[in-house]
C-alpha cells in the first residue's frame, strides 16, 4: 500500500508542478496551487520516509564496519542505536498523535480551497508510528543476530 501511495502522489506533485509552471508560463493564475501540492506532498514525504524506514535504505553514518567485521559487535552497537533511536521516535509519535488530534479538535480549515489541514497532518503521524513498528522489529532482529553470534562464537570455540 505504502508503494501506492508514492507512486501516486509523487506522480500527482509532478504533475501539479509541472501544471503550475505551464500555467505561470501562460500567465494563467492558479490561485492556491502551493496549497494542494502542500498536501499531495506532505503524503509523499511522510509516506517514502516510513518506507525507508521499512527498508532500512535511509542514511546514517554507520561506522562501525569500518572497526570491526565482528557481527556481535555490529549487532549490539545496531541494538543500542535502534534502543535510542526507538525511544526518540516513541516521543515523536506521543508529540504527533497529540497534534493531529489538537488539528482535530480545532477544524482548522486551509486558507484557500477550505480543505481541513488535518489532511497534512496524518501522514505525520502514519510516518512515526510506522517508524515505530519498523524499529521494534528491527530490535528484535538485532537481539537475534546477537544471539546467532553468540552461538557460533560459542561453537567455534568449543571445537
Request: charged share 15%.
Amino acid at each position: 500500500m505504502e508503494g501506492w501511495i508514492l507512486i501516486i502522489t509523487g506522480t500527482a506533485v509532478g504533475v501539479m508542478i509541472l501544471a503550475n509552471a505551464i500555467f505561470r508560463f501562460l500567465r494563467v493564475d492558479w490561485f492556491g496551487s502551493e496549497e494542494l501540492t502542500m498536501f499531495v506532498a506532505f503524503w509523499l514525504y511522510f509516506v517514502g520516509a516510513a518506507c525507508a524506514s521499512r527498508d532500512d535504505t535511509h542514511i546514517s553514518a554507520d561506522m562501525v564496519s569500518l572497526f570491526t567485521s565482528k557481527p556481535k559487535v555490529r549487532a549490539t552497537v545496531n541494538l543500542i542505536k535502534t534502543i535510542i533511536g526507538l525511544a526518540i521516535c516513541a516521543v515523536f509519535t506521543v508529540w504527533c498523535f497529540n497534534y493531529v488530534a489538537w488539528q482535530a479538535s480545532m477544524g482548522a480549515k486551509s486558507s484557500v480551497y477550505k480543505l481541513p489541514v488535518i489532511i497534512s497532518t496524518i501522514p505525520i503521524l502514519f510516518s512515526f508510528v510506522m517508524w515505530t513498528l519498523y524499529l521494534i522489529r528491527d530490535i528484535v532482529r538485532n537481539v537475534k543476530t546477537i544471539r546467532s553470534a553468540g552461538a557460533a562464537a560459542k561453537t567455534e570455540g568449543g571445537n
